[in-house]
């Protein structure tokens, strides 16, 4: 896919004096390791540096946006709620994490996986009294998303996190009557988790250069929800796709990039050397264009049908 007529990376706003810059805050270049902290989007009512963008960027969005952004508030509402006194006793967590992805995948997810919480996956200053995490996976329209990054693409991103917020809800709410506690994370705004970290280990996909996950289904098409418990569940391992053997030669999101805010070689991140975009360059055009996505829809892995064969195709290349 290529991008149709993207805006310049101009902008008629900014700020009299610049907060700190988000790499900082995200921890580019430091060679300890530490978790993430808050710095753009936040539903935890902490104050943050880049606090008015993000309220800017609330008040510029188009109205197909914002109702689903209001729908997504008020269904949340309910990702926590009273536990059933009967618990369903687990003798099979293998046997109950399959059963819990067909429940998951009826409610209309399109995948699932199964991870234990660890530290890295927890913004700081945050706890959850959970031990596991159940993190699904939900397509967007290809048809809506090719319209990037104008307002009919947010529209259907925001459709999405609604639509797969709703699945985690009835998710935790399934689990809850079955006796154990359960909360369902589905709002995009930043709470207490990373979304991405749990469903790498969840086996959901890899990093991909854009910093955004690619599963062999959707390539980065997709959006993600988790639901935390404590109901015992055999968990899933990380998986090798490819990912990185075509990331660290494909430059499609690199040259796609307005602001030319993607690194081309994988970066030094709180003492961990992965995929990083520079959020200073990113965050303005983002504002400016109800949220962008240019880079995972040009994504080789999210051209429909493609991502079997790119799999199949880069991990037999690795055959002597």
Same mark, same amino acid.
């Given at each position: 896919?290529?991008v149709? /007529?993207?805006?310049?990376?101009?902008?008629?706003?900014?700020?009299?004096?610049?907060p700190?810059s988000?790499?900082?805050?995200?921890?580019?270049?430091?060679?300890?390791?530490?978790?993430?902290?808050h710095?753009?989007?936040?539903?935890?009512?902490?104050? *943050?540096?880049?606090? +008015? *963008?993000d309220?800017?960027?609330?008040?510029?969005?188009?109205?197909?946006? !914002?109702?689903?952004m209001?729908?997504?508030?008020?269904?949340? @509402?309910?990702?926590e709620?009273?536990? +059933?006194?009967?618990?369903?006793?687990?003798?099979?967590?293998?046997?109950?994490?399959?059963?819990?992805?067909?429940?998951?995948? /009826?409610?209309g +997810?399109?995948?699932?996986?199964?991870?234990?919480?660890?530290d890295?996956? $927890?913004?700081?200053?945050?706890?959850?009294?959970?031990?596991?995490?159940?993190?699904?996976?939900?397509?967007?329209?290809?048809?809506?998303?090719?319209? !990037?990054?104008?307002?009919?693409?947010?529209?259907?991103?925001?459709?999405?996190?609604?639509?797969?917020?709703?699945?985690?809800?009835? $998710? %935790?709410?399934?689990?809850r009557?079955?006796?154990?506690? +359960?909360?369902?994370?589905?709002?995009?705004?930043?709470?207490?988790? $990373?979304?991405?970290?749990?469903a790498?280990n969840?086996?959901?996909?890899?990093?991909g250069?854009h910093?955004s996950?690619?599963?062999?289904?959707?390539?980065?098409n997709?959006?993600l929800?988790?639901?935390?418990?404590?109901?015992?569940?055999?968990?899933?391992? #990380?998986?090798?796709?490819?990912?990185?053997?075509?990331?660290?030669?494909?430059?499609?999101c690199?040259?796609?990039?307005?602001?030319?805010?993607?690194?081309?070689?994988?970066?030094?991140? @709180?003492g961990?050397?992965?995929w990083?975009v520079?959020?200073?360059?990113?965050?303005?055009?983002?504002?400016?264009?109800?949220?962008?996505?240019?880079?995972?829809?040009?994504? #080789?892995? %999210?051209?429909?049908?493609?991502? %079997?064969?790119?799999?199949?195709?880069? *991990?037999?290349?690795?055959k002597?």
């Amino acid at each position: 896919m290529r991008v149709k /007529n993207p805006p310049p990376a101009k902008y008629a706003f900014g700020y009299k004096r610049p907060p700190q810059s988000g790499n900082a805050i995200n921890g580019l270049n430091e060679p300890e390791k530490r978790r993430a902290r808050h710095v753009f989007h936040n539903a935890t009512g902490e104050s *943050l540096p880049w606090d +008015a *963008l993000d309220e800017f960027f609330s008040q510029i969005n188009v109205w197909g946006v !914002v109702k689903h952004m209001l729908a997504n508030v008020w269904q949340m @509402r309910r990702q926590e709620g009273p536990v +059933a006194p009967q618990q369903v006793q687990v003798d099979d967590p293998a046997a109950m994490a399959r059963d819990i992805k067909q429940v998951a995948k /009826n409610l209309g +997810a399109g995948i699932v996986g199964i991870t234990e919480i660890f530290d890295e996956a $927890l913004y700081e200053g945050h706890e959850v009294p959970y031990k596991y995490a159940i993190v699904i996976g939900l397509s967007m329209d290809r048809s809506e998303m090719e319209h !990037v990054p104008h307002e009919r693409a947010a529209v259907e991103v925001m459709r999405a996190y609604r639509e797969v917020s709703r699945i985690a809800i009835e $998710l %935790s709410e399934h689990i809850r009557d079955m006796g154990w506690p +359960a909360r369902a994370y589905g709002n995009p705004n930043s709470t207490d988790i $990373l979304h991405i970290p749990l469903a790498i280990n969840a086996g959901l996909g890899e990093l991909g250069k854009h910093g955004s996950m690619i599963s062999k289904e959707y390539g980065s098409n997709f959006r993600l929800a988790t639901v935390l418990t404590d109901l015992p569940l055999a968990v899933d391992a #990380p998986v090798d796709i490819g990912v990185q053997d075509l990331c660290a030669t494909c430059q499609r999101c690199v040259l796609d990039c307005p602001p030319q805010a993607i690194f081309p070689t994988k970066q030094i991140v @709180r003492g961990e050397e992965k995929w990083y975009v520079d959020f200073d360059k990113c965050i303005m055009y983002f504002t400016k264009t109800y949220g962008c996505a240019i880079c995972i829809e040009v994504c #080789p892995w %999210s051209e429909p049908g493609r991502g %079997s064969w790119l799999m199949e195709t880069l *991990l037999a290349k690795r055959k002597p």
